[in-house]
């Protein structure tokens, strides 16, 4: 099987981009390595530290193994990660790939703090990839009433996002470019800056990922991985669908008690929209 760097490197011959989905169990995770299977294309499956706090990282791993001793194409990765420690347990674990997130701190502080994740890996070398990240995207994954705060006011620059690749040495670079972490209620959609996307990843040199890509709309997000973003994350949605799913489930039959009936219908909802977003990114 490819490693991740080589499955990147696939995608962006091709042009396409790769989903990067977030899960909080066991069901979705399933579920989002159902929808690869079906569409026959590779999934990144992300956890944030607090999913997983929940689901347990050695439990991811051992998830992403299974599915991989069945032939399928499932890549883990440590999603946005606010301290050493949690990179360290991430890479030690065997994740494909972790992201150091420093974008609420200083440039400085948040390069000798990646640029320290980076070296960690490398020196480990289990061929964990290190993404950072620069710029505002906010870091919810809820239904939101207003836009996080200064969200438009600090996109990235191309001269910061090559100085920060020069110092820090990552693999990835998840930018500002107009998106946000979480979805208005009201349901406006955010606008994605494609130019910039091409111009930061001329300026960066290495492929950019795109966070929050829930809420956007499907050509914006097309047009996002064509310009640049080989990887693009979908967490928002996901959980949309998911207590959805299962909320339908129990409405429709109040007295079922028996699990793997009732979550069904969540896992099925995320297996859905999942395999939507994938065919998208993929152009078909
Ligand atoms: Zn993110």
Not at 41 to 68: D, Q, T
Request: aromatic share 6%.
């Amino acid at each position: 099987m490819q490693t991740l760097r080589e499955a990147i490197e696939t995608a962006r011959a091709k042009g396409i981009a790769i989903g990067h989905f977030n899960v909080s169990d066991s069901n979705q995770f399933n579920a989002v390595v159902a929808a690869g299977v079906a569409t026959t294309l590779p999934v990144i499956i992300g956890v944030s530290e607090g999913e997983r706090k929940w689901i347990g990282v050695r439990n991811a791993v051992a998830l992403a193994a299974a599915a991989r001793a069945e032939g399928h194409q499932v890549y883990l990765n440590a999603d946005h990660t606010y301290s050493f420690d949690g990179i360290k347990e991430a890479v030690d674990a065997g994740f494909d790939s972790v992201i150091f997130d420093g974008s609420h701190l200083s440039m400085e502080e948040n390069s000798a703090q990646t640029r320290a994740a980076v070296e960690y890996a490398r020196a480990v070398g289990n061929g964990t990839l290190v993404e950072g990240e620069i710029g505002r995207i906010g870091t919810s994954s809820k239904l939101l009433d207003v836009p996080p705060e200064d969200m438009d006011k600090n996109l990235t620059t191309a001269e910061e996002a090559a100085t920060f690749v020069k110092e820090t040495g990552v693999d990835l670079l998840a930018p500002a470019v107009g998106t946000m972490h979480g979805r208005l209620k009201s349901g406006t959609e955010p606008k994605i800056d494609i130019g910039r996307i091409k111009l930061l990843r001329e300026a960066a040199g290495i492929p950019l990922v795109l966070h929050g890509g829930s809420g956007s709309s499907d050509a914006d997000l097309a047009a996002a991985g064509k310009a640049g973003c080989v990887i693009i994350h979908i967490n928002t949605d996901i959980r949309i669908a998911y207590r959805k799913g299962i909320e339908a489930a129990l409405t429709a039959n109040a007295d079922e008690i028996a699990p793997y009936k009732f979550l069904a219908q969540g896992t099925q909802a995320v297996r859905e929209i999942t395999e939507k977003y994938l065919k998208l990114f993929a152009g078909q």
